[in-house]
Nanobody
């Protein structure tokens, strides 16, 4: 099993920045893709950014140039980060960390990001 715990987020003003972190622990051997998704009130969950074990990244069009995903793979934990700049109210959502391990998806409990205008 893989456990994912997010931290960070909170409240920011439009134009500001926030960051998120997610630590993966447990049976982390074999984790390939890690990423962030978000779900705004009344909307479906959407993928925001993904990073592979090799460091390849992919971003949703809505966050390209503003968000940066990165990861740190240590022996016993793997951490994925999301740096969010130039935030706007449309970025308000619960952000979920996810990890793919041999085709199985694991999810964190989410971290709230609120951007005020």
């Amino acid at each position: 099993q893989v456990q994912l715990v997010e931290s960070g987020g909170g409240l920011a003003q439009a134009g500001g920045s926030l960051s998120l972190s997610c630590v993966a622990s447990g049976t982390i051997f074999g984790i390939n893709k890690m990423g962030w998704s978000r779900q705004a009130p009344g909307k479906a969950r959407e993928s925001v950014a993904v990073i592979t074990r090799g460091g390849r990244t992919n971003y949703a069009d809505s966050v390209k140039g503003r968000f940066t995903i990165s990861r740190d793979d240590a022996k016993n934990t793997q951490t994925v980060y999301l740096q969010m700049n130039s935030l706007n109210p449309e970025d308000t959502a619960v952000y979920y960390c996810n990890a793919d391990r041999f085709g199985d998806d694991y999810w964190g409990k989410g971290a709230l990001v609120t951007v005020s205008s």
